[in-house]
T-cell receptor, first 114, second 117 residues
Framework: KQEVTQIPAALSVPEGENLVLNCSFT??????LQWFRQDPGKGLTSLLL?????REQTSGRLNASLDKSSGRSTLYIAASQPGDSATYLC?????????????FGQGTRLTINP | GAVVSQHPSWVICKSGTSVKIECRSL??????MFWYRQFPKQSLMLMAT?????????EQGVEKDKFLINHASLTLSTLTVTSAHPEDSSFYIC?????????????FGPGTRLTVL
C-alpha cells in the first residue's frame, strides 16, 4: 500500500528565505507526483505535476524535483513571500489501483513571517 | 483553466438528517470525479471514485450505504451523507478529471464544510 510522508509538518521562516519541503513515498511504481497548495478552509490548487519519467518541473519561484528510485520529491521555493503561507501537499498517482486516484501526504504548514 | 465548483460551501445539520453536496465541472466534461474527506489538520483521504453513468467505487472502510454517490451527467456528481452523525463532520472535497488522453491533472473544488450537531 502506497504511503506518502511529508516532513516537516510545519515550517516558519522569515520573508525572503529560500526553503525546501520534502515528500517521500513508499512505492516507486507511480505515474506522477503533484504538489498542491491549500489555503485554510479552501480547496486545493495544483502547483506542479511531475511525470514519472521527469526529474523536475519549474513554475516561477517554484521548483519540484522527483527521484523515483529513492521515493523522494522536494519542492523548492525561492525568495519566499508572506503570500506563500499555506499548507503544501504532495500526492502521488500509483500505477496500481486503477482510475486516477491520488494518495496524499499530510502536508507541510508553511508560515512566512514578514 | 478548468473550474470545479461545489455547493454548498458549508452546511450545518442536525444528527439523523441527510445532506447532499454537489460537485460540478463548469467548463469541461468530467468522466471521472473523486470525493475526498479531510479532517482538521489532516490530509485528504479518498472516499470514492465516481464514473459517469456507472456505480461509484468506494475505498476500503467507506460505507457505500451511508455516503451515496451519483454521477448522473458529465458535469455533475453528488455526494449524499445519509443519517449524518457528529463524527461525519468534516471537510468534503471533490475533484474532476476530463479523461482526455494525456490529461493527468485533477481539478479540485473549493470544498464543503459539513457540521453535524
Amino acid at each position: 500500500k502506497q504511503e506518502v510522508t511529508q516532513i516537516p509538518a510545519a515550517l516558519s521562516v522569515p520573508e525572503g528565505e529560500n526553503l525546501v519541503l520534502n515528500c517521500s513515498f513508499t512505492d516507486s511504481a507511480i505515474y506522477n507526483l503533484q504538489w498542491f497548495r491549500q489555503d485554510p478552509g479552501k480547496g486545493l490548487t495544483s502547483l506542479l505535476l511531475i511525470q514519472s519519467s521527469q526529474r523536475e518541473q519549474t513554475s516561477g519561484r517554484l521548483n519540484a524535483s522527483l527521484d523515483k528510485s529513492s521515493g523522494r520529491s522536494t519542492l523548492y521555493i525561492a525568495a519566499s513571500q508572506p503570500g506563500d503561507s499555506a499548507t503544501y501537499l504532495c500526492a502521488v498517482r500509483p500505477r496500481l489501483g486503477g482510475a486516477q486516484k491520488l494518495v496524499f501526504g499530510q502536508g507541510t504548514r508553511l508560515t512566512i513571517n514578514p | 483553466g478548468a473550474v470545479v465548483s461545489q455547493h454548498p460551501s458549508w452546511v450545518i445539520c442536525k444528527s439523523g438528517t441527510s445532506v447532499k453536496i454537489e460537485c460540478r465541472s463548469l467548463d469541461f466534461q468530467a468522466t471521472t470525479m473523486f470525493w475526498y474527506r479531510q479532517f482538521p489538520k489532516q490530509s485528504l483521504m479518498l472516499m470514492a471514485t465516481s464514473n459517469e453513468g456507472s456505480k461509484a467505487t468506494y475505498e476500503q472502510g467507506v460505507e457505500k450505504d451511508k455516503f451515496l454517490i451519483n454521477h448522473a451527467s458529465l458535469t455533475l456528481s453528488t455526494l449524499t451523507v445519509t443519517s449524518a452523525h457528529p463524527e461525519d463532520s468534516s471537510f468534503y472535497i471533490c475533484s474532476a478529471n476530463s479523461g482526455l488522453a494525456g490529461s493527468d491533472t485533477q481539478y479540485f473544488g473549493p470544498g464543503t464544510r459539513l457540521t453535524v450537531l
